[in-house]
């Protein structure tokens, strides 16, 4: 059975997606303080148009997203940070789903 081929989008399609995508982000922290949920349809709505075009979320924006619940995070507020062996531990106080990065 033959694959299915995989068309790329165009450059400026892709240039606009990512453009929107970072001001979703922006929006999402300046939105955050006064309506959570808000901002939290804002990641989502991020999300969307990244996986609809394919795109990569930059890891310091992929940080900001629990991975369970796809809620906004808020270092101090909505989620803990802590650093232990080697490793950054995000937990979300929403969902109370661990995220682990290492550090360099």
Not at 11 to 18: H, L, M, S
Not at 64 to 73: A, D, E, G, S, V
Request: charge should be positive.
């Amino acid at each position: 059975m033959p694959h299915k081929k995989y068309h790329k989008k165009p450059e400026k399609q892709v240039r606009i997606a990512k453009a929107r995508i970072k001001f979703l982000f922006d929006e999402a922290k300046e939105s955050f303080r006064k309506d959570s949920k808000l901002s939290d349809k804002y990641i989502k709505l991020a999300r969307r148009i990244a996986m609809r075009y394919k795109l990569r979320l930059p890891s310091e924006l992929k940080k900001r997203i629990c991975k369970n619940c796809h809620k906004f995070l808020v270092p101090g507020i909505n989620c803990r940070v802590r650093i232990h062996k080697h490793r950054i531990i995000y937990f979300c106080m929403s969902c109370r789903h661990y995220m682990r990065y290492p550090v360099k």
